[in-house]
C-alpha cells in the first residue's frame, strides 16, 4: 500500500507561482512512477508530469512543460509540481498518482494509487 498527501494548494493571481507537494509513504520502490493530474471543474482529468525515481520524466506538453516542472526527493519520497505564471484556466484540483510501472505514463489507470487532490484557483 501507498498513501499519498499534496499539498501546497490555494488561491493566488494570475502570473504567480506554487509548488505542489506530494508525500508518499508506505511502499515506494525505486520503480515506482509518480504522476500528477488535474481535473478542472466540469472537466476530465488530465495528465500533466510524470517522474519515475530511478528516471526519466515525462510532462503532458511542450507548452505544459514550460511552466510545469516535475520533481522529486527521493530520499524524503516527495515529489513536486512547480507551476509558474499561472493562469485562471489552470484552477484545478491537482491530484498526486502512483503506481508501480516500467516507465512514466500519461495514462490514468495506470496508476494504483491516488492522493485526495489540492486545489489550485487562479484568479484574473
Known amino acids: 500500500q501507498v498513501q499519498l498527501v499534496e499539498s501546497g494548494g490555494g488561491l493566488v493571481q494570475a502570473g504567480g507561482s506554487l509548488r505542489l507537494s506530494c508525500a508518499a509513504s508506505g511502499r515506494t520502490l525505486s520503480s515506482y512512477v509518480m504522476g500528477w493530474f488535474r481535473q478542472a471543474p466540469g472537466k476530465e482529468r488530465e495528465f500533466v508530469a510524470a517522474?519515475?525515481?530511478?528516471?526519466?520524466?515525462?510532462h503532458s506538453t511542450d507548452s505544459v512543460k514550460a511552466r510545469f516542472i516535475i520533481s522529486g526527493n527521493n530520499a524524503l519520497h516527495t515529489v513536486y509540481l512547480q507551476i509558474d505564471s499561472l493562469r485562471p484556466e489552470d484552477t484545478a484540483t491537482y491530484y498526486c498518482?502512483?503506481?508501480?510501472?516500467?516507465?512514466?505514463?500519461?495514462?490514468?489507470?495506470?496508476?494504483?494509487?491516488w492522493g485526495q487532490g489540492t486545489q489550485v484557483t487562479v484568479s484574473s
Open positions: 498518482a502512483a503506481g508501480d510501472l516500467g516507465r512514466p505514463s500519461r495514462t490514468e489507470g495506470e496508476y494504483d494509487y
Open positions: 517522474l519515475r525515481w530511478s528516471g526519466g520524466r515525462i
